[in-house]
């Protein structure tokens, strides 16, 4: 939600985080566990507005580009498709 926003994202790489966020964004997605590293990089994002507002303009385009609703509806359409063995059945 938060790069749907058009916000950048401080955090640890739990999950898919590293992989979800824009390329610009990975510097702030800190080595765990380092409260000293995630603080230097909350600090950086709250010292530079246009660092975030870049990095937030980044995420929202990959967030519209990758994980839109209509982006997902044919990811799942196609990967139920392709459980089913018929291309194009769900269309």
């Not at 964004?25 to 660092?51: C, G, H, K, M, Y």
């Not at 196609?78 to 063995?85: D, I, N, T, V």
């Amino acid at each position: 939600e938060a790069m749907a926003a058009g916000l950048p994202i401080a955090s640890y790489p739990v999950g898919d985080v590293a992989r979800m966020v824009a390329p610009e964004n990975l510097p702030f997605i800190t080595e765990a566990p380092s409260e000293v590293r995630l603080r230097d990089a909350l600090q950086a994002l709250v010292a530079d507005p246009a660092l975030r507002a870049s990095i937030g303009a980044a995420n929202q385009r990959r967030a519209r580009a990758e994980f839109d609703e209509s982006v997902m509806i044919a990811r799942y359409r196609a990967l139920y498709e392709e459980a089913l063995g018929r291309p194009g059945a769900l269309t």
